[in-house]
């Protein structure tokens, strides 16, 4: 059980690990609501096996008096902190998003058959297939016309064409 204060999250998680601790408990120095808290991996939480949780200072507070002045040694031995991890689902269903381009047959292939591979997930995801086009400037005219909408404005370039321009 740590304060919250200069080090990051992460670097007291691990200090707690290194020290033998099986959870990280730390409190919270100002007076907020740590629902808005959030305690995340700076990029360097590789390797840490231990979880973290944030408390309230007030709740703190509490822990910190029972352990430093009231209660004999062995009722401090005998205390036991649950924590306990909710998921919180913030949005009802999550966002996936498919960018692909009408020449890569594979992914013209998984957009026709999406009912197969995502039946039983279809429910519960948003799924979102957005198209690349790019400008073809420098099409012949013929390419454009047969290849291309809005007069080579939107093109799905094959991998011969994209190689020239």
Not at 2 to 28: L, P, Q
Not at 42 to 50: E, K, V
Not at 93 to 111: A, C, V
Not at 117 to 130: E, Y
Request: aromatic share 8%; net charge positive; with cysteine.
């Amino acid at each position: 059980m740590v304060e919250r204060g200069d080090c990051s999250f992460v670097t007291k998680t691990r200090n707690i690990a290194r020290a033998g601790g099986k959870v990280a408990v730390i409190i919270d120095s100002k007076n907020e609501n740590i629902a808005n808290v959030i305690l995340s991996d700076d990029g360097t939480g590789a390797g840490i096996r231990i979880p973290s949780v944030m408390i309230g200072s007030k709740d703190g507070q509490i822990l910190k008096e029972f352990f430093t002045s009231t209660g004999s040694p062995q009722d401090k031995k005998s205390v036991r902190i649950n924590v306990k991890f909710d998921a919180v689902h913030r949005q009802p269903r999550p966002d996936i998003t498919f960018w692909y381009t009408s020449s890569d047959d594979r992914s013209m292939s998984l957009i026709k058959n999406l009912g197969e591979f995502f039946k039983d997930i279809l429910k519960n995801i948003q799924f979102i297939p957005k198209t690349v086009s790019y400008p073809c400037p420098t099409c012949e005219a013929d390419f454009k016309k047969k290849h291309c909408l809005g007069n080579g404005m939107y093109c799905a370039m094959t991998k011969d064409v994209s190689s020239t321009i």
